[in-house]
């Protein structure tokens, strides 16, 4: 118990409390508009300098608060199943993961360092958590990945590239450790201009944003009326000679390969505009996530969605666990089924990689290096929430990281393109 009672002390609950707030300034400023970057620079060193002088128990504490204060919102789409009591025990069991997961990879970290009964095990041991921070991004709950340290600096003065993310621990351990100012004048070496604010997309592009809600969209009595509203707005963006338009996921929430009279009349469309839509597919046994390429020469490119969101389309537990919790949670509904291999598809000269929502903020879909991205996303599940903000960041990170060019379309927040000036 008293061991225990460690863990709850007003100290490490007050630490681990103020290393979660340093580290997430940046995204709630980020919600309020305020583009900060000297802030965010200052607000992340702190962060980080504090979780490498912290003891194991505050890494928990840290861990918690960092789940608490950026994926509260993953469980704001249980109120959409009638399960809304549960949303309070969601937000506790994902900031009890993280914090255990920090508790794990600290107190292992802190037994290799006794290991050295040197004068410099307080060194071995802040080089131990740099390590850890430096690989976190690399650690993936449930397949779910969008805790990355190296977010911090996304809209900050210093690099995201591993090299010098690694750099600016080192800096900060080797400073700490001497205690010499001038130490930290090696973070110049890091420095990075900040990932470009979104922006309106050209004016050839009619980048769509929709604001569906969940209940309307899969309510079978709205999707006539729905559909007829999306053909409407394809028109408008041939009235305005736009020569893309561009619709966010699943924005028609049927098999579009079964639904022939609506099939054709996008195809119609598609004479005067190149037309890109969510929509769903049907293989013949399971359901597809897919990106619907209509083109003005009549042909019709298919991209299936690679990487399924934990829960939301393919459940990661074990087979007798994951009927069950499709069973009690999604009324029995099967999985997604995953394409195998990234789709690249070209429009009027241009190659875009292929992305819808989750899969767009995942590391595998910038290798090799897209130069131009299309991105499908539907927010509705989790709006109004932080979840575009930090969506958001994520496409800016790797934009940041990558210099790929992203067109994004989204239902329940506002769409964007993120681009280098140069661009």
């Known amino acids: 118990m008293s061991k225990i009672r460690h863990y709850f002390s007003t100290f490490v609950l007050i630490r681990g409390f103020l290393i ?36 194991p128990k505050v890494w928990f504490w840290g861990g918690f608060f960092f789940a608490l204060f950026w994926f509260w919102w993953i469980a704001l789409s249980f109120q959409h199943y009638a399960l809304s009591w549960l949303i309070p025990f969601i937000v506790l069991l994902i900031s009890l ?16 360092s006794h290991l050295y009964q040197t004068p410099y095990k307080r060194l071995f041991r802040m080089v131990g958590y740099g390590v850890i921070l430096l690989s976190l991004s690399l650690i993936h709950p449930f397949g779910f990945d969008w805790f990355k340290p190296e977010l911090l600096l996304t809209e900050s003065y210093l690099g ?24 930290l004048l090696l973070l110049l070496i890091s420095y990075a ?33 729905t559909n007829e509203a999306l053909l409407a707005t394809i028109e408008k963006a041939i009235q305005a000679k736009k020569e893309i338009v561009i619709l966010p996921e699943s924005v028609f929430p049927l098999f579009l390969n079964y639904e022939h009279d609506l ?29 619907y390429i209509f083109h003005p020469n009549g042909k019709v490119t298919l991209a299936h969605k690679v990487l399924l969101v934990p829960f939301g389309e393919a459940n990661p537990l074990p087979d007798f666990l994951s009927h069950w919790v499709n069973k009690i949670f999604y009324d029995g509904a099967v999985d997604y ?9 070209t429009i009027n000269g ?11 903020t995942s590391e595998k879909l910038y290798t090799p290096t897209p ?52 661009n």
């Open 160 to 183: 995201v590239q591993k090299w010098q993310f690694g750099l600016v621990l080192l800096t900060l351990i080797v400073y700490l450790y001497t205690q010499k100012p001038l130490v």
């Open 371 to 422: 130069k131009q991205m299309i991105v499908l996303s539907n927010n509705g599940w989790f709006t109004p929430s932080i979840e575009p903000t930090l969506q958001s960041l994520l496409l800016r990170y790797y934009h940041k990281k990558y210099g790929t060019t992203i067109y994004h379309s989204v239902n329940g927040s506002s769409s964007y393109m993120i681009a280098s000036s140069k």
């Open 350 to 360: 241009i190659t875009y990689r292929n992305a819808i929502c989750f899969e767009a």
């Open 263 to 291: 099939f054709q009349r996008l195809q119609t469309l598609a004479k005067k505009i190149t037309i890109v839509t969510g929509g769903l597919y049907w293989d013949g046994k399971t359901p597809k996530n897919s990106t």
């Open 97 to 112: 993961i993280y914090g255990l997961l920090f508790l794990l990879l600290a107190t292992l970290s802190q037994h290799l």
């Open 20 to 55: 979660a707030l340093f580290g997430s300034a940046f995204l709630y400023l980020n919600a309020l508009c305020l583009h900060t970057p000297l802030l965010n620079t200052l607000f992340a060193l702190i962060s980080l300098s504090l979780l490498l002088l912290s003891p």
């Open 337 to 345: 089924k995953a394409e195998k291999h990234l789709t690249d598809y």
């Open 193 to 225: 201009p900040p990932a470009p604010i979104p922006q309106p997309a050209p004016q050839t592009m009619a980048l769509i944003s929709t604001h569906i809600s969940v209940e309307q969209k899969w309510n079978p009595k709205m999707i006539p009326q």
